[in-house]
């Protein structure tokens, strides 16, 4: 009998939600974290390999959340 490999599992960023829910964009955001819109980007679609702790911190604190808020690992 033959199993199909599971899907890996992954932190997911849920900027959507939490941009939607504070009534934000993702431009105010960047502006508000000192982020570039790109590298925001890269986060918000799920592409980002790594995040520093100092931007992390930022999210947590611009949007008011704690990371498990902000991300899961699925």
Sequence with gaps: MTRAKDKPKQVTFH?????ESRG??????ANR???T???LSVL???RARAIRFSTL?????ALDCQ???LMTYE
């Design 15 to 19: 900027l959507d939600e939490l941009l």
């Design 24 to 29: 934000l964009t993702l431009t105010e955001l």
């Design 33 to 35: 974290v000192d982020i």
């Design 37 to 39: 819109l790109v590298n």
């Design 44 to 46: 918000k679609n799920n």
């Design 57 to 61: 911190e930022g999210l947590c604190k």
């Design 67 to 69: 990371p498990g808020d």
